[in-house]
Nanobody
């Protein structure tokens, strides 16, 4: 079983940057596709970005494309989310999640139900 622990949350000013880390333990995540989701108060959890098991494929929500970058270091069993040009709409709890790699991942990466294990989340608040 894989345990995920996110870090990197906090208070950041509008236009600022932040990097989330998702450290996995229990087993290697090298055969897992990984994703980042977020949930703002009163809203449903939504997909932000995802990366294939080897890191060769990445996917982004339209709202973060060009501002956020997902990456992974399988040697460190860690996934990252680099966030730039943050705005108030990015305020949310950010979650890391994973699932076994599948060929169809590109067509399902954004679905919450596709992921088997989740972290506890880390809060990001963007303030002016």
């Amino acid at each position: 079983q894989v345990q995920l622990v996110e870090s990197g949350g906090g208070l950041v000013q509008t236009g600022g940057a932040r990097r989330h880390s998702c450290a996995a333990s229990g087993r290697s995540i090298s055969s897992y596709s990984m994703g980042w989701f977020r949930q703002a108060p009163g809203k449903e959890r939504e997909a932000v970005a995802a990366v294939t098991s080897a890191g060769s494929g990445t996917y982004y929500a339209d709202s973060v494309k060009g501002r956020f970058t997902i990456s992974r270091d399988n040697a460190k069993n860690t996934v990252y989310l680099h966030m730039n040009s943050l705005n108030h709409e990015d305020t949310a709890v950010y979650y890391c999640a994973g699932r076994p790699a599948v060929v169809r991942f590109g067509s399902v990466w954004f679905r919450v139900s596709e992921y088997d294990f989740w972290g506890q989340g880390t809060q990001v608040t963007v303030s002016s």
